[in-house]
């Protein structure tokens, strides 16, 4: 006959592997949301920094001052803040950022009317595109 007073040793271990169970999948939850939060973030300045350039290039003729001022209001209305705004001409150039923290994106983005791209720095001119005749 077995003694009532003897318990077995690994009597309450499942308790201990259902806690460390918990605590791996609360780390790994906070992993997947911290890297979600960081791709909408990337996605809010990306989309705010499009805007704000089209919205800088189609009031390039009331001048940089209002142009600039117009990609601000854009990129203010997307939760973003304009980091930078160049305009040369037509085009306008423009930086935008989004988030706080660790979690913060900043966005280039470039609008203009189409045409040839003028060459960067280090980057030889870029060449029409070849026209082939009509048969």
């Known amino acids: ?11 309450g271990s499942a308790s201990v ?4 169970a918990v605590a791996v999948l609360c780390l790994v939850f906070g992993v997947v ?8 973030v990337r996605h809010r300045a990306a989309g705010g920094a499009d805007l704000a350039a089209l919205a800088a290039a189609d009031h ?3 001048g940089a001052a209002q ?4 990609a601000d209001r854009v990129a203010r209305a997307q939760e973003a803040r304009l980091v930078r705004c ?3 001409g037509e ?13 913060t ?6 609008a203009g009317p189409a045409g040839p791209v003028p060459p960067a720095e280090g980057r030889p001119p870029a060449r029409p595109p070849a026209v082939r005749p009509a048969r």
């Open 1 to 11: 006959m077995k003694d009532a007073s003897r318990r077995p040793a690994d009597r």
């Open 17 to 20: 592997w259902c806690v460390g």
């Open 33 to 40: 949301l911290a890297l979600g939060h960081a791709v909408v």
């Open 60 to 62: 390039w003729a009331r």
């Open 67 to 70: 142009a600039c001022a117009r």
């Open 86 to 88: 160049v305009m040369t």
């Open 91 to 103: 085009v306008s150039d423009v930086s935008v950022a989004s988030g706080a923290g660790p979690f």
């Open 105 to 110: 994106a900043e966005v280039r983005a470039r």
